[in-house]
């Protein structure tokens, strides 16, 4: 039986939560995004281990609006300097990344009902 550690998404997702951290000098703006992308990780983890299809929607639907979440704060500390264009581009792809490989879990979900 998988875990969700062997999820592609997790592993993902976890990747994108340790390069968001050193991002900002802001304090503020560091957490915030630092907590959108463990948050990405840990309802993907929840989303998995919940034994109904409902619950596991409803976590796999909370990490891709995290992905969001971690897409605009990207914007904004590009817009204000904090992060260079390409630290942007490598993150905002990845976050992109981890949200379809989450729209692939909600799918897989679907495809069971």
Request: proline share 1%.
């Amino acid at each position: 039986m998988m875990t969700f550690e062997q999820l592609e998404a997790w592993r993902e997702a976890k990747a994108l939560a340790v390069r968001a951290k050193p991002l900002a000098t802001d304090f503020g703006l560091r957490d915030q995004i630092q907590r959108a992308a463990v948050s990405i990780m840990s309802n993907i983890a929840e989303g998995y281990e919940r034994m109904h299809i409902l619950e596991k929607r409803q976590f796999y639907n909370a990490a891709r609006a995290s992905c969001g979440e971690v897409r605009s704060q990207l914007h904004l500390l590009r817009e204000i300097g904090f992060i260079r264009d390409t630290d942007f581009v490598l993150l905002a792809d990845k976050a992109n990344r981890v949200g379809r490989l989450t729209s692939g879990l909600l799918r897989s979900i679907e495809n069971r009902r």
